[in-house]
């Protein structure tokens, strides 16, 4: 080219490879360089102008079959071609022919196979410019119908296109069904932030619809499936899942929808609101409407459903045989459904999450080895099953159990699963549980970035509004300040968690943070022993009243320690014997292999043979000398 052309270009693409490209394109296509002077040269001021300049050039045919294939999208089929622009095939094949040969768009396969694609978004986005409204219009909705008679697969498998093509149609109704079907199969294919953006494109497009009875049962829809997908990727507790829901909750009323399935989904997503925001004593009321639905309609997985719910909360108030009484009920309700199978209108899967729900309620009364067995199984059938939610709910429960069992490996080994699921699906909650687990399992190997990843596992998951773990949460970020000798820090830490939960009433963890706050006061320079034995005997007898023989045993064992110091070993002793031969399994743990190693280490030879047999099963002060139903199942490896 002429040195003055390159600098007319030069100028006036700024360097942008793209526009370097097409206005170079643009002046070759335009005049004989050989002949024409360089200045009488016409250089397109824009990248618009000069794509429109090249498609004009092509022919009235070509520049239309540009316009319908931008229409269909950046890529398109020449088959759903050829049915929407309804030419001759000669009239088609020449017009592509022309299209390909200027390098605006590109071939693949062979004819009538064959796909094509726009080099560039910019080509797609000129042509399609150029239709004016009301044709564009008439065009879209041509597409959809075409799409629809001749693609079924299409419209079963990718809904989102036709709702696309029916809002750009102006179709609101039939916009909304479609972008509605789109939401509910991306939640069932775990794209959440995906089903998130359609469902919401229909519930903006809903409000220009007829506020009628049809309308609201849409809108209904919309919304508990938005709520559903919010729950997992943004949050339980995140303001638009509890807007959504009540939303949901007022639609169900003014479509005659109570005591309905969607009823039930509405409820959960208010449960969900208020039991992960910190508000359990709120959550209670909503899983006991949950579950008084549930028994009204007499459907075992729903009966599962509403047990499970009432099991859950009871857990992080501190009620542990009822919350096992629940949630054995939960497992028992589930597994009397022959071939029952994944309903998403009810959540995650409620077989796993019941299971693994009341294996952590079995840990805290005293079956270490069923627990993981439960939580185990609970975790094979999410994986298999491949529900997002499902999967997400079981890591982050049998995390928590294999951090009270202090099996180190193994939450460190599910804090790293949980970290990739929530990157891959862009859950910031999820993020947030697997830094706190992984940090916890550094600080167990003497890490020094342990206390920071905890942190930041905390901003993060705060950040979405969750609030239901936090007093126990805290006390696991106050274990690793201690071990990092932060001590100050770690009881700052544990006066803002015991608060919290006294504030809130989620008072579960209540005995092993005031276990904590024993262990920390005690390794003050100056200690205050009355004070720390103090704090072992509010965790004990907290333990006790909330029924977590596994707190219990963990409370025994540093008060037990605490009297060995103090030369009251018989003291000692006497206390945590009964407790320790309570266990009738669980041998392998760390904390029963302590609390042996300690027994062991305060009896002589003598004392040894007494003590060498205790009686299993027996009793703690005020406990009923039989076990429920529900623990008596637990003991013979019901679950």
């Known amino acids: 080219m002429p040195r003055e052309v390159v600098d007319q270009i030069v100028d006036r693409t700024d360097g942008v490879p793209l526009f370097l490209e097409e206005l170079t394109k643009a002046v ?28 004009d050039r092509l022919g009235t045919t070509a520049a239309e079959i540009a316009k319908i294939g931008a229409a269909i999208g950046r890529d398109f089929s020449y088959q759903l071609l050829a049915i ?27 004819l009538p196979q064959a796909t094509f694609r726009f080099k560039h978004a910019l080509v797609q986005d000129t042509a399609y410019s150029m239709l004016l409204r009301r044709p564009r219009q008439a065009l879209h909705a041509q597409i959809a119908r075409v799409i629809e008679q001749h693609f079924p697969i299409v419209a079963d498998t990718q809904p989102e296109i036709l709702a696309h093509h029916f809002t750009e149609a102006g179709l609101l109704e039939l916009a909304v069904a479609y972008w509605y079907r789109a939401g509910k199969l991306s939640v069932a294919k775990s794209a959440l932030a995906e ?64 005591g309905t399935i969607i009823h039930f989904s509405a409820l959960r997503g208010l449960w969900a609101a208020d039991f992960h925001s910190g508000k359990p004593r709120s959550a209670l009321e909503h899983a006991n409407e949950l579950l008084s ?14 047990h499970w719910f009432v099991g859950r909360v009871l857990i992080t108030i501190g009620d542990y045989p009822s919350a096992i009484s629940h949630l054995w009920r939960a497992v028992a309700s589930y597994r009397a459904e022959k071939h029952c199978t994944f309903d998403s209108t009810i959540g995650a899967d409620i077989g796993v999450t019941a299971l693994v729900t009341w294996g952590l309620a079995v840990w805290h009364r005293g079956y270490p080895d069923q627990a993981r067995k439960a939580a185990d199984e609970a975790l094979r059938r999410a994986r298999r099953l491949g529900d997002l939610r499902t999967r997400a709910y079981a890591l982050l429960m049998t995390g928590l159990i294999a951090i009270w069992s202090r099996q180190t490996t193994e939450a460190e080994e599910l804090a790293n699963e949980l970290i990739a699921v929530s990157r891959e699906h862009r859950c910031e909650l999820l993020l947030g549980f697997g830094q706190i687990f992984r940090g916890w399992a550094l600080a167990q190997h003497g890490d020094s970035g342990a206390v920071e990843r905890i942190r930041e596992g905390l901003r993060v998951a705060q950040a979405t509004g969750w609030r239901c773990h936090e007093p126990g949460l805290l006390g696991l970020l106050a ?45 003050l320079p100056s200690p205050d022993w009355t004070e720390v034995e103090g704090c072992f005997r509010t965790a004990l007898a907290v333990a006790r009243e909330q029924g977590t023989r596994g707190f219990e045993l963990r409370a025994a064992v540093s008060l037990g320690r605490l009297l ?16 320790c031969g309570w266990f009738t399994e669980g041998g392998d743990t760390p904390d029963l292999i302590e609390a042996k190693a300690l027994l062991k280490a305060f009896d002589n030879v003598a004392e040894s043979s007494s003590l060498s047999a205790p009686q299993l099963g ?19 490896g019901a679950a």
């Open 618 to 636: 027996r009793p703690l002060a005020g406990e009923r000398m039989t076990a429920s139903p529900s623990e008596a199942a637990a003991h013979r």
């Open 84 to 110: 929407s622009a309804q030419r001759t095939e000669a009239e088609l094949s020449d017009a592509l022919s022309r299209l390909i040969d200027a390098g605006l768009v590109l071939q693949s396969g062979v």
């Open 564 to 579: 060995d110091h103090q030369s009251r070993r018989n003291e000692a002793r006497d206390l945590l014997a009964p407790i």
């Open 195 to 258: 089903a998130i953006t359609q469902l919401k494109a229909g519930l903006r497009l809903i409000l220009d619809l007829p506020d009628a009875g049809e309308r609201k049962q849409q809108e209904l829809e919309l919304q508990i499936t938005l709520a559903d997908a919010l729950m997992v990727t943004k949050g339980y507790a995140y303001p638009e899942v509890a807007e959504a829901s009540r939303r949901a909750r007022s639609l169900i009323f003014e479509t005659g929808g109570a």
């Open 293 to 306: 639905l549930a028994q009204s309609w007499r459907d075992t997985r729903l009966l599962a459903a509403g």
């Open 28 to 55: 070759l296509e335009d005049a004989n360089l050989s002949t024409v002077p360089a200045i009488s040269l016409k250089v397109p001021a824009t990248l618009h102008a000069s794509l429109i300049a090249r498609l």
């Open 479 to 523: 274990e690793a300040l201690a071990l990092s000798s932060a001590i100050g820090e770690g009881l700052e830490v544990l006066a803002e968690a015991l608060a919290t939960a006294e504030g809130s009433g989620a008072r579960g963890n209540d005995a092993e943070l005031q276990r904590l706050q024993g262990e920390l006061l005690r390794r």
